[in-house]
């Protein structure tokens, strides 16, 4: 898989975002209504990636930046027809290594009940709980985890 970094609102983008609101439509019965600007994905605030395999856009994921040295994760999506190939894995690997880059110092990420194989990739990555954030803080389906980077020599940053 190839990654490439592009806007939020850049057309291979808009699909696979689209595609993942779909897929919370299935499984919540809505879209994730968490506000999001396109611009908070644009570098030096943020990032989004679209990986593709000979050609074809499989798999998204983004951080932008919130607080003071953390950074959200937002859109981790692999079209059903790619998974199970490590492509979640490799998009998430370098969202952390571009948020490190970037001076964040802990990613956090909200997910829900019925992503549980979202929630299992980010705890074997090494993921925690953490409180609960964001418009969904009081949704009891609502899973919040965060995790502290490494830095360059790769040990934990501490807060």
């Known amino acids: 898989m190839e990654l490439r970094v592009v806007a939020y609102d850049e057309p291979d983008a808009v699909k696979l975002i689209d595609a993942v609101q779909q897929e919370y439509v299935v499984r919540y019965g809505d879209t994730d209504a968490t506000p999001v600007d396109p611009a908070e994905f644009a570098p030096p605030h943020g990032l989004f990636l679209v990986g593709y395999v000979d050609g074809e856009p499989v798999a998204c994921g983004g951080w932008r930046v919130r607080g003071e040295d953390e950074a959200e994760l937002k859109r ?29 110092r802990r990613l956090v990420l909200e997910t829900g009940r019925k ?45």
């Open 115 to 159: 992503q549980p194989e979202a929630i299992a990739l980010y705890r074997s990555a090494g993921y925690t709980g953490i409180p609960k954030f964001g418009i969904y803080r009081d949704d009891p389906l609502s899973v919040c985890l965060g995790k502290d980077l490494e830095d360059d020599r790769g040990d934990l940053r501490t807060r």
């Open 76 to 104: 981790m999506y692999v079209v059903d027809s790619a998974r199970g190939r490590g492509f979640a894995r490799a998009v998430l690997a370098e969202l952390e290594r571009t948020a490190r880059v970037a001076g964040r």
